[in-house]
């Protein structure tokens, strides 16, 4: 659905911050349906500000481009952080687990309950809680992000999900949601269930196979197999909530974020299994922060490159840099790509994160007196030696 970019703000007295910028792929932007939803959706999210959340700091259109840009979290996403727990065959300890998954739902429960200034209920509801949508930064911070962004693409989608829409959702739809059914906030408690069932199991919920069938149609039936025992303390207890969270019928299931909170933090007050963000923070650093480090320099490397060549004339080519380990491309600013065809879908694409850093109109400005006052020279340096020479 849309390119994301790390993007550099800088102010024109210094203050810079890294962004990411995720801009909707054009044939989407191009549908009024689906711009005006994604609009109304994103002006909702922009008014979330809560700590489990990341914050939307701006909502635009440049060039015909329609952009969101967002706070960055710097970290991994749930789904990577898995990937990096399985590669180098690290367990999730379950009080981090537990802890990833109160964080993600504080946040649930302030966007569910979020009135307007008068006090009316806006009914937000996220729609795609899912672990690329989980982010984790290095000081233990969990926040949610893609608020209400899922709303805008079932619009122009529910017709006919493609296949790397359902790998990117359906895996954690509630039953109602793969219905196509009008949601509330029940189908991101279901959602955040199968979250929950997956970090205990250690594995997922739904795979698609021709016994199981697609992803959609598992979800549709929503047959939640038992959890295996893994010796937890008071494990009865904290899989009776598990259960609850996906009862299919959502009647039977706890009618908001609040309530599963509620509940999943009486569990971990009973088993003591408690957990600090900076406890999480320094577990995480400690198993994958060489990979960090080894992150940043490369996003350093990347970005003055790319500050360098936007000076050159022709402008910057494509750069490879590593996201999160995984090799991607660092793309010149949204202008140069303009003519350029669409990017990856986001759903199929979170391993492939283009990072572009984008030049300032001061700077762009600066560049252009540096230029102006060089060419001067040359010109004074020209008319003195044609003048010697005569
Ligand atoms: N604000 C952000 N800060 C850091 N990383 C982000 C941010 N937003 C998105 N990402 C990363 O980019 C990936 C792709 O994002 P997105 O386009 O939403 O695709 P997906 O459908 O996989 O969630 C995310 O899974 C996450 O790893
Ligand atoms: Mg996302």
Avoid at 47 to 52: I, P, T
Avoid at 224 to 246: D, G, Y
């Amino acid at each position: 659905m849309a390119d994301i970019f790390l993007a550099r703000a800088q102010t024109d007295l210094g203050v810079s911050r890294l962004v990411v910028v995720k801009q909707i792929l054009p044939h989407l932007a191009a549908s009024s349906e689906f711009s005006d939803l994604l609009i109304t959706e994103a002006k909702l999210a922009a008014r979330l500000d809560h700590a489990n959340i990341v914050q939307v700091h701006d909502l635009g259109r440049i060039d015909g481009f329609l952009f969101i840009a967002m706070q960055y979290v710097e970290g991994f996403d749930l789904a990577e952080l898995l990937r990096r727990c399985t590669r180098t065959k690290t367990a999730l300890p379950v009080q981090y687990a537990l802890l990833i998954v109160i964080e993600t739902l504080r946040g649930l429960d302030y966007a569910h309950r979020k009135t307007t200034e008068d006090g009316f209920a806006l009914g937000i509801v996220h729609r795609d809680v899912s672990p690329s949508n989980i982010l984790i930064s290095f000081e233990g911070e969990v926040k949610l992000c893609d608020f209400g962004i899922a709303h805008a693409n079932d619009a122009v989608t529910n017709s006919a999900y493609s296949e790397d829409v359902i790998k990117g959702k359906a895996g954690y739809m509630s039953p109602e949601q793969a219905e196509g059914q009008p949601l509330d906030a029940r189908a991101d408690v279901f959602a955040i269930g199968i979250v929950l069932w997956e970090l205990l199991a250690g594995k997922r919920l739904y795979k698609a196979s021709p016994e199981a069938g697609s992803l959609l149609e598992q979800a549709k039936a929503a047959r939640i197999p038992e959890l295996p025992s893994r010796s937890l303390p008071l494990e009865e207890q904290l899989f009776a909530v598990v259960k609850k969270a996906l009862a299919p019928n959502r009647d039977l299931r706890y009618p908001n974020a609040r309530a599963l909170l509620a509940e999943l933090e009486r569990y971990v007050a009973d088993s003591k299994l408690i957990a600090s963000p900076i406890r999480f923070g320094e577990w995480l650093l400690d198993r994958f922060g060489n990979e960090l480090i080894h992150q940043r320099r490369e996003r350093e490397r990347a970005a003055e490159t790319l500050e360098e060549e936007a000076t050159e004339p022709g402008g910057p080519d494509e750069v490879e840099v590593s996201v999160s380990g995984v090799s991607s491309k660092l793309l010149p600013p949204p202008e140069d790509v303009a003519g350029g065809p669409p990017g990856p879908s986001s759903m199929a694409s979170s391993s492939r994160v283009p990072m572009a850093s984008l030049v300032t109109e001061s700077g762009q400005r600066m560049r252009g007196a540096v230029w102006f006052v060089v060419a001067g020279l040359l010109l004074l340096a020209l008319l003195l030696y044609i003048l010697t020479r005569s």
